[in-house]
T-cell receptor, first 116, second 115 residues
C-alpha cells in the first residue's frame, strides 16, 4: 500500500542552524501539507501546498519557514534559523486531490527535530 | 479559530469493557476524521465521517458524526489491549479555499486497556 515517507526520522541541530526535512508524498497525490506536534501538545497545521505554491499557511509558518517541491517526488520543509521552540515532531501529509473536500490526508511517520 | 475538544483526555479501563470517546466543537465541519497515533509515529487514519448523523463501524469500533456536524464519538466494544493508543479526531473546515482543507486536530484521548 502506498505511503508517505519522511527523512530523517530524527534530527538534532544547534540553535540558529538551518534544517531541511524531507518528505516523499504518495506518488499520484497533488496536495501536500506540513503539520507539527510539540511534545505533549496537539497536532498543528503549518502549511498546505498545491500546484507548486503555498495554498495556506498558519501563524506558526513565519519567514523562517519555507517549503519546496524541488522535483516530482520530494516535498521539503526548511527552517532557516532554528529556535529552541522549533523542537517538535514534524509530519508531512498528502491528499489525492479530487473535487471533494472530504478526501483523506495520509500522514508520514514524522521527523523528530530537537534544537539544542 | 476552530477548536476540537476531546474527552476524556486519559482513559484507563479493563479488557472487555466498553468505552466512548467524545470530540466536540462549536464549529461545523465538512467532515471529521479519526486517527490513531502510536508513540513516535504519525497519525493513522481510522475513519472519515461526512454526513450529519452518519454512523460507521470498524470491527469493534463505532464512529458517529453529530447531526449538526459539530461533534463526533468513538465507541469501542469489548476493549482489547491492542486498542491502547492515542486517538485523535480532526475536522476539515466547512468553508475553505479549494485545495486547502487543513485539518484541525483535537486534543487527543490517551487510551490504556489493562489486560
Amino acid at each position: 500500500e502506498p505511503e508517505v515517507t519522511q527523512t530523517p526520522s530524527h534530527q538534532v541541530t544547534q540553535m540558529g542552524q538551518e534544517v531541511i526535512l524531507r518528505c516523499v508524498p504518495i506518488s499520484n497525490h497533488l496536495y501536500f501539507y506540513w503539520y507539527r506536534q510539540i511534545l505533549g501538545q496537539k497536532v498543528e497545521f503549518l502549511v498546505s501546498f498545491y500546484n507548486n505554491e503555498i495554498s495556506e499557511k498558519s501563524e506558526i509558518f513565519d519567514d523562517q519557514f519555507s517549503v519546496e517541491r524541488p522535483d516530482g517526488s520530494n516535498f521539503t520543509l526548511k527552517i532557516r534559523s532554528t529556535k529552541l521552540e522549533d523542537s517538535a515532531m514534524y509530519f508531512c501529509a498528502s491528499r489525492l486531490g479530487t473535487f471533494s473536500a472530504v478526501e483523506t490526508q495520509y500522514f508520514g511517520p514524522g521527523t523528530r527535530l530537537l534544537v539544542l | 479559530t476552530q477548536l476540537l475538544e476531546q474527552s476524556p483526555q486519559f482513559l484507563s479501563i479493563q479488557e472487555g469493557e466498553n468505552l466512548t470517546v467524545y470530540c466536540n466543537s462549536s464549529s461545523v465541519f465538512s467532515s471529521l476524521q479519526w486517527y490513531r497515533q502510536e508513540p513516535g509515529e504519525g497519525p493513522v487514519l481510522l475513519v472519515t465521517v461526512v454526513t450529519g448523523g452518519e454512523v460507521k463501524k470498524l470491527k469493534r469500533l463505532t464512529f458517529q458524526f453529530g447531526d449538526a456536524r459539530k461533534d463526533s464519538s468513538l465507541h469501542i466494544t469489548a476493549a482489547q489491549p491492542g486498542d491502547t493508543g492515542l486517538y485523535l479526531c480532526a475536522g476539515a473546515p466547512l468553508i475553505s479555499n479549494f485545495g486547502n482543507e487543513k485539518l484541525t486536530f483535537g486534543t487527543g484521548t490517551r487510551l490504556t486497556i489493562i489486560p
